[in-house]
């Protein structure tokens, strides 16, 4: 090593794993199951831009929806101290924010929408960034969110695009709140989903889109186990794992 390759930083990453999509496509499941497979953290993208949501909720600054305050969102934004720990329960990782443990109302559609509506904005997605990319640095990581293989780990080693029919998708979160014994009204749920596609893939910075070199894969008539299988044996041939 000579005397100016030590005064570089650290840039060795491990392998990365992104998948990518709109939501209800089935990309938690999945890259929840990759990252406990192959012992690699998990990047749960949306909790983050979800969190940011919630909180500026509560703060009042999604009132005036058409004329939202981007300095003050990102002021915010750069307030939050947030972790992820793995969770005792299957399938999810627990948030910390600010050492206070974030509980499921987090993950509901209306948080949801909220995510969405600050994730427009430039400067609230740069006081993101770091955080997403330093956990690259610890160890293996498997991204889920809209912008992984794109923008926040545009060399990653496996990138993958995963997608549904708004229709397709509606159905099984239909599902999933009558499973949990709650109300679900199918109409309403395909509106929420398709008007948050649209703000999503046609904002100007990161777009929700596929890398080129991505490999596209439509989960709607799938199983979650086939679309395992499926991204399990492409990350073989890509030599990540055996
Ligand atoms: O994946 P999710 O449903 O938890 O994401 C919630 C919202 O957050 C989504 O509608 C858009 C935004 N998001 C984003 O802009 N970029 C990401 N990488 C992940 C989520």
């Not at 794109?150 to 549904?164: I, R, Y």
């Not at 703000?199 to 490999?215: C, G, M, Q």
Request: with cysteine; proline share 3%.
């Amino acid at each position: 090593m000579s005397a100016s390759d030590s005064m570089l930083p650290n840039t060795a990453t491990y392998p990365v794993i992104c998948i990518d999509g709109p939501s209800g496509a089935g990309k938690g499941t999945v890259a929840w199951r990759l990252a406990q497979d192959l012992g690699y953290q998990l990047l749960d993208s949306g909790a983050l831009y979800r969190i940011v949501g919630l909180k500026a909720h509560q703060l009042g600054l999604l009132e005036q929806s058409d004329n939202l305050d981007e300095d003050a969102l990102e002021a915010l934004t750069k307030s939050l101290d947030i972790h992820f720990s793995p969770s005792e329960s299957l399938g999810r990782v627990d948030i910390i924010v600010n050492d206070e443990l974030i509980g499921n109302e987090v993950r509901n559609e209306t948080v949801g929408g909220y995510a969405s509506q600050v994730a427009v904005f430039p400067k609230v997605r740069q006081a993101l960034l770091a955080l997403q990319q330093d956990m690259a640095l610890r160890s293996g990581l498997v991204a889920d969110g809209r912008d992984m293989g794109t923008v926040v780990f545009p060399n990653a080693n496996v990138k993958v695009f995963l997608t549904a029919s708004a229709e397709a998708r509606a159905d099984r979160r239909v599902l999933q709140l009558q499973n949990s014994g709650q109300h679900a009204d199918k109409a309403e749920i395909l509106a929420n989903i398709q008007a948050r596609d649209v703000r999503d893939e046609k904002r100007s910075t990161a777009p929700s889109k596929a890398a080129n070199d991505a490999l596209m894969i439509d989960s709607s008539a799938l199983s979650a186990e086939a679309v395992y299988t499926e991204i399990k044996r492409y990350c073989q041939d890509k030599g990540i794992c055996f």
